[in-house]
């Protein structure tokens, strides 16, 4: 079965993705020879991935390790990268901010700045909240 259709439930937008095509093999049909073939090809140095679903919608692949590597160098340098740009944010905004001499704390202030911010705050008090407990 194909799928043309890249607007997938992944949290990317169509307009992140080049348009592609993928044959979706359904997973009561998943064999150990397509395993075995993808393997075989990945050891040659092809990589087209092994995508499965069930009705015709992708919802995993097999992609060579090499593959899933970039991938991981990938996110956690994206991730790397807006925690940077929140900290400087969150340093600048504590800085010029009368609301912060006002009493907010620095986790309302990171609270403010969306969900990065909110996450940030939410492990900051359970550190917190940790150091007193010991």
Do not use: C
């Amino acid at each position: 079965m194909t799928h043309n259709s890249n607007a997938h439930d992944n949290g990317t937008s169509d307009a992140a993705l080049p348009k592609f095509s993928v044959n979706v093999v359904p997973t009561d049909r998943l064999r150990r020879e397509e395993l075995a073939t993808a393997l075989n090809l990945y050891r040659r140095g092809q990589t087209t991935p092994l995508i499965f679903g069930d009705d015709n919608k992708p919802e995993a692949a097999i992609i060579p390790f090499a593959a899933f590597m970039r991938l991981m160098k990938y996110d956690h340098a994206a991730h790397v990268h807006a925690e940077a740009a929140f900290q400087a944010e969150l340093s600048r905004r504590v800085q010029e901010s009368d609301a912060y001499e006002a009493g907010m704390t620095v986790e309302e202030l990171a609270e403010s700045l969306g969900p990065l911010g909110r996450q940030w705050a939410d492990e900051h008090r359970a550190a917190q909240q940790e150091k007193r407990d010991e």
